[in-house]
């Protein structure tokens, strides 16, 4: 049984986890939280969910029967390997820093579920602030500072070329049945086979980034389109190029350098 203080929209799951759980056979007691423990008997008391959403207790108890309890109480950083730090502040067991992540302690960084505001830190955020610091640990090395780049603007879908693409459903991945899921700790989740993945990841419409699909090169009537190399886009010589607009609707809305023979790099 999960004993839960909120109901189940409110929890911090997702649904298909709770479905799974309750296919297999846990109980769910909504808008209750544990109150005592004495041997194997659990003390339980109901919850009200207030105004703003937040669960306040009511005053009435059940008791449950329990061998075994589970706190999922979420969990602190191990920051001993800080302690005794000069400069370094820690409040409320998580580490202070300043703009690009960096501590009051020259040279060090921190970034994740050790930073404030960040304790139900995803995998996302994690990887986020690990490319963030290195960004600053590269430029406090070089005794500069990182300055970030322009960002292209946001490709929406009515301006993605689609019409070339075919209807390609999600992948499934499969799932372990039932019976083995209550049985077994094998992995529920399945991965996908080669074929599906590289399917998978052929659906990917790029968002409005160039990755040299090569449309573009094979639809310009007056090969006006020229390659610089791999990994370095298109660019259009206007010795050739007499506008006639072939190229706009095969092309992704990418960013064009125009130049001449004398400057074939693309912009990006």
Not at 29 to 38: E, G, I, M, V
Not at 153 to 161: C, I, S
Request: a neutral charge; aromatic letters at 8%.
């Amino acid at each position: 049984m999960v004993v839960y203080r909120r109901t189940r929209d409110r929890m911090p799951a997702h649904d298909e986890e709770v479905e799974e759980a309750l296919e297999e056979g846990m109980r769910m007691k909504w808008l209750s939280t544990l109150k005592h423990a004495d041997g194997g008997r659990l003390t339980i008391e109901r919850m009200r969910l207030d105004e703003s959403g937040f669960p306040q207790p009511t005053g009435k108890f059940d008791e449950l029967a329990a061998d075994t309890v589970v706190l999922a109480l979420g969990q602190d950083c191990d920051l001993s390997l800080l302690k005794g730090v000069p400069e370094l502040t820690v409040d409320h067991g998580t580490v202070q820093v300043a703009e690009g992540l960096a501590t009051r302690h020259q040279g060090i960084f921190a970034g994740g579920d050790m930073v404030p505001a960040e304790r139900t830190v995803t995998v996302a955020v994690a990887v986020g602030h690990g490319k963030k610091v290195a960004r600053h640990i590269d430029a406090y090395l070089r005794r500069t500072s990182y300055e970030p780049g322009v960002k292209h603007a946001p490709a929406d879908f009515d301006r993605l070329n689609t019409w070339y693409y075919s209807d390609a459903p999600a992948s499934v991945r499969p799932g372990l049945e039932l019976a083995r899921r209550v049985s077994t700790f094998d992995e529920v989740v399945q991965g996908l086979d080669e074929s599906n993945a590289l399917f998978e990841a052929r659906r990917c419409r790029s968002c409005g980034n160039c990755f040299e699909c090569d449309n573009c090169y094979g639809v310009c009537p007056d090969n006006a389109i020229t390659k610089p190399g791999p990994g370095k886009g298109f660019a259009i010589d206007l010795d050739y190029c007499k506008g006639c607009g072939s190229v706009s609707p095969s092309a992704r809305p990418v960013r064009w350098r125009w130049c001449r023979r004398s400057d074939r790099s693309p912009r990006g």
